[in-house]
C-alpha cells in the first residue's frame, strides 16, 4: 500500500489541525494504520494506532484526550484530529501501514508515507 499524508500547517497553541492519509490499493482495509512524529533533533515517536475496522485505537499519554485518530475504509483513508495543540506538538507527522499488529512500535510497521509538516506557535 502507498501513503499519502496531507494537512499539515501552521497553527497557534490551542488550536486544531486535521491530518489525512491517503492509501493506494484494494487492501487498505487489511491494515492497522499508525501515525508518527518526528521533531527537530528527537527520536521518531508514536503519536496514534488504529485497527483495520475502527473498533480500537491506542495513544500515548502524551496526545490521549487531545488527539483522535479515525478511518473510512470506504475512502482508503485514516485522520488524525489534533486538538488543543501545544508547541511541543510541532513535527514532521507520518502515516504508516501494518497488517500485524496494533503497535506503537513504528518497527512494527513496514509502509509509511511521506510526512506533512506541523508547526504549533506559542
Known amino acids: 500500500v502507498q501513503l499519502q499524508a496531507s494537512g499539515g500547517g501552521l497553527v497557534q497553541a490551542g488550536g486544531s489541525l486535521r491530518l489525512s492519509c491517503a492509501a493506494s490499493?484494494?487492501?487498505?482495509?487489511?491494515?492497522?494504520m499508525g501515525w508518527f512524529r518526528r521533531a527537530p533533533g528527537k527520536e521518531r515517536e508514536f503519536v496514534a494506532a488504529i485497527s483495520w475496522n475502527g473498533d480500537s485505537t491506542y495513544y500515548p499519554d502524551s496526545v490521549k484526550g487531545r488527539f483522535t485518530i479515525s478511518r473510512d475504509n470506504a475512502k482508503n483513508a485514516v485522520y488524525l484530529q489534533m486538538d488543543s495543540l501545544k508547541p511541543e506538538d510541532t513535527a514532521v507527522y507520518y502515516c504508516?501501514?501494518?497488517?500485524?499488529?496494533?503497535?506503537?512500535?513504528?518497527?512494527?510497521?513496514?509502509?509509511w508515507g511521506q510526512g506533512t509538516l506541523v508547526t504549533v506557535s506559542s
Open positions: 490499493g484494494r487492501t487498505f482495509r487489511r491494515y492497522v
Open positions: 504508516a501501514a501494518n497488517t500485524a499488529v496494533l503497535s506503537g512500535s513504528s518497527h512494527a510497521y513496514d509502509n
